[in-house]
């Protein structure tokens, strides 16, 4: 069979999908549907990915594979799932009789939900995709009844239905490595604040799940217990660091926590360095209660040039409400040992949680312009789906289960703050920060030291573009 692979995960504001990019291209390469399209090849099928965060999509394009496909698959992303009913009705507008499965995010945090959602699309996938896409293959092919494979809703004559129970792979490296030849054709790696990954880029996950329980993030295993946190080896995620080293010069490791097991790390990092493999390494997504000196030095030594931290807030009070375990004190030690290392330092920040007053935001502030950062990624606070804090909002009956996404707001009795307050010290928040003339001389001295010029053109454009616009 040949497989038409479909995603539309970046921000989409523009109406219609079709004939222009979205105004938010995609950084990262999506490794759910390359996993699939590996596991497809490796069963003898073809795949074509369109990335709609990657490229314009004109209609001829997607007719033109439209008609060379005998199924479609589609990754649903709450954020965009308007979007991605959009393209569903196109599709089966085009040709009624070709099967559309959908997977992803949205399906696995709504599950039957998500067939009501994408009201075109025949199956829907909870949970992970690499087996249960060879199970649907052969109900396909009239070899299985829809109603005995794992982990899918689907509709007949009396709505919809569900499958048998999902199964959780439990071997990740039983899996195959994704077959990243599917996106050659798109240049991933531009990040939207100044840091330039060395090109080719790609991205890689060696974990699934998360083993800590921060009641504001939205994550898989919240809704799904047995998602739990899996871990590839060390010796198999070498062997796919190797394969990268050969196509490309950096990669993003963007597991939820890939220093999460420092004996596997340190395992990693100490072959990186005897091979001396060359890959400009960027860890997205790191615990600052997993720093420590001898780790962070083999990092550099490794590789490792750029690392985020979700840092949240700078009250030690709210920190503990977000159930996050960890101290200030951890915060700054981890940062400050990233900047002996010379790593690029990422952090994101939450304004305006539920216990939060002008106060905790001022603290914040104050904390973050402390912290020898590169950027600050400050984001209101939001009521995920799939998130602990939304699970307990809709049960008070303050959000509707049709509410995937509410921004908190005391307007409608959710947190201290009115909305027009927290969009005021956002602003603020990004003035303090990006105009502190500590942090400008640091970004210019460690361009210079750095010889990196592309970042120093780059802070110049933040200071004079529309991001100035954003901030004032
Ligand atoms: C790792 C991760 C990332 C990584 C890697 C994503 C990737 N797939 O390449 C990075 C950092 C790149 C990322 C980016 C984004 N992410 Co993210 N990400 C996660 C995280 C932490 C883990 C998810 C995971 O384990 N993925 C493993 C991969 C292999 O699984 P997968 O992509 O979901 O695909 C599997 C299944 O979903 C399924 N599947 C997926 N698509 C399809 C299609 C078909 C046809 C089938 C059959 C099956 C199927 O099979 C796949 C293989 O098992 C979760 C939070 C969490 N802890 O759960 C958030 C999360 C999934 N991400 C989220 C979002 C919103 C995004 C962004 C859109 C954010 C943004 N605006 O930039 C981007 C989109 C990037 C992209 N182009 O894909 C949200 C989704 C919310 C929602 N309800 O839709 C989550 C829940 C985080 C959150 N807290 O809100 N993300």
Redesign the pocket.
Known sequence: MHFL?L?L???WEQPGILGHPPN?T????????L??GAVLEENGHSVEII?F?SEKVTKELLEKNLKISDAV?????????KKSAELANFIKEFDPKIPL?????????LKAGSLKDIPKADIA?E????H??LE?IKFLERKEQISAIPGIFYRNSDGIKSGKPFKI?QNMDSLPFPARHLVEKYDYGNFPYGYTAKKKFT?M?TS???AYRCRF?????NVIQE?GFRQRSAENVIEELLLINEKYRSV?I???NFLADKNRSLKIFDFLIKAGIELDIMI??ARVDTANKTLYEKMKKAGVSYISFGIESGNQDVLDYYNKNVTLEQIRKAITLGRKMNFFLSSSFIFGGPTETKKHLENTMKFMRSLPLDVAVIRPFYY????EFWNEAVKKGKISENE?VVRVDSNRGLGNLPIEDVDKYLKKAYRGFYFNPRYVFGQVFRALKNKDILRLKYNLKVAMSSQLKNIL
């Open positions: 692979l995603t995960a970046e921000e938010i995609s950084i990262f390469p999506p490794l759910g549907l996993n699939i990335d965060g698959g589609m990754s649903v992303y709450t954020n965009t799932y499965i959908i997977g992803g995010p949205h399906c696995t945090f996938v949970l992970e995709g690499e249960v896409i649907i792979i991205s996950l699934r799940g998360c993030c939205s994550r898989y295993s998602y993003a963007v597991d939820d997205v997504g995920d789906m799939g998130s995937y």
